[in-house]
């Protein structure tokens, strides 16, 4: 018990100062973050008097807990239906954000002679906005339900997704050194495959079985089975060797197709309060002030580069993607700060020890800086807005005004998308198809490895030890096999339809037409099975057995087409099901 | 991060595993508690295949903070309201039970030849019920309004107050290895004074201050203030060397008198359901199957000690408390069992280092057994009341019937109670401002160690500094003294106007009254120095200063007198109004 006791005081150090520093800075209305901030200075290591924190090992630990939860927290407020919504105007704005602040970073790194990898790690942590502080600054603000406020969310959300692959592409490169646009490919393929079939297959099961639960328990069932999928899921993508914040926010992005979301969420946001002050606490107790002195001028630098630099890219990507220059403006300054994320990809870099000491103290002084001037930001913007649109000569408002027009014009017409949108559709359900078969493939053969030794206890030969495998991955595939065959004939007539004119083709339409349409489902399908034996390498039977068991899966699949076809629509309504579902109030 | 990786994984399989036996169990229908245990027995390193969990340490300090989250959440629970109003029946119950398990535990560890601690430790153990199971079982059988379910829970309130007391003794005969009357009574004294000052300090601060921040803040701050008070005053019990188990109650205990009792207990729910799925989980853990084959014998044995001891000792507790016998029935019944607090006092053997390892896995079966047992317990008591009561002999039957109507009769009549409850009104005032004044000189002389090194800068004088620290308590304590003061005098005249009767003193009345109202005050105060004294003997001044110190301090009561009467009435309002003040729905 007496380790237990050491922890305990320092828990209790830790929340006694907490509790005190969120009563303090909600008096002087700042953000409670940089008090737990404060706090964690005060009893780090590196201020006196005293050395408040015996184990701080313990301490850290449970301020990952805070990510997990702060993770978890941020998927549980992601919505696939609300990024439908915003769509393309938030990943433009996002992707140009992020694109321009990694540049951004990496040339300050440069130019102050700082080593590649923290010049690039520097770009990454000044690349995404904190949701923590906007949110907060916005419903301060009282202008969380204005339309540019939802589409600042959307932009947090594609944020999020691109930062979780920044976070695995980072971990990739510290680990080789280097970026290679092969492997960066690959990596963001096996991500998005990854991220795909966690969600399906988890929008799948999981609301279903939280569904029962919630129906015949109580809140503690409800919220142990939630930890319990939470940290289950966060154990399988650790295993496969991603970052634990990624596991936490694909499982609350799952969750929060529940129908117990508002439930969900009331039990666990007292965990993620508690947990994510312990986090915030922990940053500043690495925090050493001396080094900040040290690093006045680039702490400077960096913070108007934040500010400006998000400013323009985000507010430009707004307004590239369409909206107006009020609205661009006041989205470009309400995500001119770092945070959270900013915290986690730095303490990655110190964690894989490829960046130096001094990032993560200035990565957390640059944060503090800008989340304080956000609300000054948000509230100067229309102003501002204002005041530039009328200063501004009438050449480039012209110029300004034609854009928006064009753009306008791009929207297709309405008698024009049925035939467009019907493909967009298919082409969709063919590729998530591809996708979960390829998943299927590429999981059995990384089961291999575990399933080969148990195999050879009644299987000696190691081909027929493939063809088992392969097989069991096949019979696993052919729901998705037989729908990918299905959609392509669909997608096929609609081709020879729209391709062969009856002007041009003239007696010969119907036959082209009937060729088409038999011809493109068979030269794909054989497109599939090259993709399939190519990521099923290292389980693909030799040739001779290939043949058989292609063969017999071929019989296999006229017996069970009707039973394929059933099983697959059963999912797929259970899918929308899930999906349509609005959660309880 | 891999520490933290690695401890995560920990947490990831023991959520997991929870998650699923919360849901097994709850189709099972048992409770949910057996279910975490048998998972810390499935991940724990006694059973093959696997040894799941890594750092054991870890998940064992977890566990502990889902003490500290039961302990508060009882302390929640607890009311010093309800307490008043089950009152003498609940405490001869509890301490009925309490006394005879004591008794019969130390007895069967000696009839198994075990040493005198185990024996010891086993009584402790065998004492408190389950509130947890009880509140459950209660709940589970819709019978959690009726009176006799009332009664349990002011038994159980009881029970909590006792077993920390016994937790206390223990720790402390544990480490002095035998137990001396006079230690004891000042150990028990001790707590009882700190108990006392930390409820009226804590009822005093804490609500006000909870009241102000959910006044103006959000649940975010509520939590982690409350968080900040729970570790906050835990640490401080722990520094006094009292348990972090206590600590906890008593702060919770202190919280149940706020206003806003209904949040605080809303936002701690999750981190107990939580915390103590942990902690019932490494209960498991640490439970060795084999130990339970060897020690069947004991474990049967102490099985049916437990359901017929507390069966007999609290039934008659409160049957002789004066309710009627089927009422009796079904209390004795519904607390046939052990639960979390015997894992405590099990678990404080072992940290000791006192007691023999099997006395843990014992404890933890004879609850798992009695816990499965408690719910056909409660169902059979009316059955069986009923055919005692034909089976028994009448005149059996008609002592019975005596016994309860002598009860009756010893309630004083409505026309007596005037003077008693008056003059036993202002004896507890007094008792209460004393043992405030006795703690501030104990709190002070307790705190010189560490002021004498910092006064020492100014003063050398060593008993100059005693001279110092002496009058500050003297003046710290003066609104009690006062109190302490114009209370006595108040009795005195009460005392004189009774005990004097004209018939008796004659002409001599009013004079003899005179002299007893003006000297008893007189009398105890000079009582109360000799207390006060006796307290604070390592800082009492040489006799020279201290006559001068009580004269500048019989000086000041004068001229602040007023003002000493001031604070305390509104100290006294403050609390009553704190008590008064119902919680919000």
Known sequence: MHQGI???????????????????????????????????????????PFQLIHDEQTIQTLGELGVVFLMFS?????????LFQVGATAIVAALSEIVLMLWIGYEIGRAFGWATMDSLFLGAILAISSTTIIVKALSDLGVKREPFAQLVFGILIVEDILGIAMLVLLGGIAQTGELSPGIALITLG????FMLVSLLAGILIVPRVLGYIARVGNDEMLLVSVLGFCFGFCLLVVKLDYSIALGA????????ESRHLHRIEHLVAPLRDAFSAIFFVTIGLM???????DYAWPIAVISIAVVLGKLVSCGLGTFLAGRDGRTAMRVGMTVSQIGEFSFIIASLGLTLKVTSGFLYPIAVTVSAITTLTTPYLIRIADPLSQRLARAMPPAVSNVFGMYSQWLRCLVPRSDGPTIFSLTKRIVVQIAVNLALVSAIFIGVSYGARYAAPLLAHWIGDERIQRVVLWSAALVLAMPFLVAVWR??????LLLAEVSVQPEKAGRFTRAIRHVIAELVPVVSMFGVFLLVAALSGTILPPTGFLVGVLVCAAALTMLLWRWCVKIHASMQIALRETFDERPDA
């Open 287 to 293: 925090l050493n002030p001396l080094v900040l002195v």
């Open 190 to 193: 096996k991500l998005l495959l």
């Open 487 to 492: 959609k392509t004939q669909s997608l096929a």
């Open 6 to 48: 050491g922890f305990i005081q320092d828990l209790a150090v830790v929340m006694a100062l907490a509790g005190v520093v969120t009563v303090l800075f909600h008096r002087l209305k700042q953000p409670v973050v940089l008090g737990y901030i404060a706090a964690g200075v005060i009893i780090g290591p590196y201020t006196p």
């Open 249 to 256: 926010f694909l499982i609350g992005a799952v969750m929060a």
């Open 74 to 82: 941020l998927g549980l407020e992601f919505s696939l239906r609300k």
